[in-house]
């Protein structure tokens, strides 16, 4: 309810990014992702994620409001560096293409 009552909307188009995405999440809640590809990917292996990295690569729908609260949180800036933003996209975007490089499959959500 905080992102929908006093989060920014983002600009429609907006990329954003995040390193630890499977199948299996849950997108009904808010979502953490990253304005930066590098974080994104620094998760990712943070979180075990060797043999195969996933990295999603979001696109904020054009035909929707989407809210989010940009990190820092509060007055912890100890993670500012990862430029967090909180999104609730209320269903997981669909795929639009995955692109493999080496060990790491980037997949374009829309």
Avoid at 32 to 50: C, E, F, Q, R, V
Avoid at 96 to 105: D, F, L, P, S, Y
Wanted: net charge neutral; aromatic share 10%.
């Amino acid at each position: 309810m905080e992102i929908q009552e006093k989060g920014l909307s983002l600009a429609k188009g907006q990329i954003l990014f995040r390193g630890v995405c499977s199948e299996n999440d849950d997108w009904t809640k808010p979502v953490s992702t990253t304005l930066s590809p590098y974080i994104a990917i620094y998760h990712a292996l943070k979180n075990g994620y060797t043999k195969l990295i996933k990295i999603c690569v979001i696109e904020v729908p054009v035909d929707t409001n989407v809210k989010a609260i940009i990190g820092p949180f509060g007055d912890n800036v100890e993670f500012g560096q990862e430029y967090e933003v909180l999104v609730n996209f209320k269903h997981r975007p669909k795929v639009h293409e995955e692109i493999t490089r080496g060990n790491v499959t980037f997949q374009s959500l829309r």
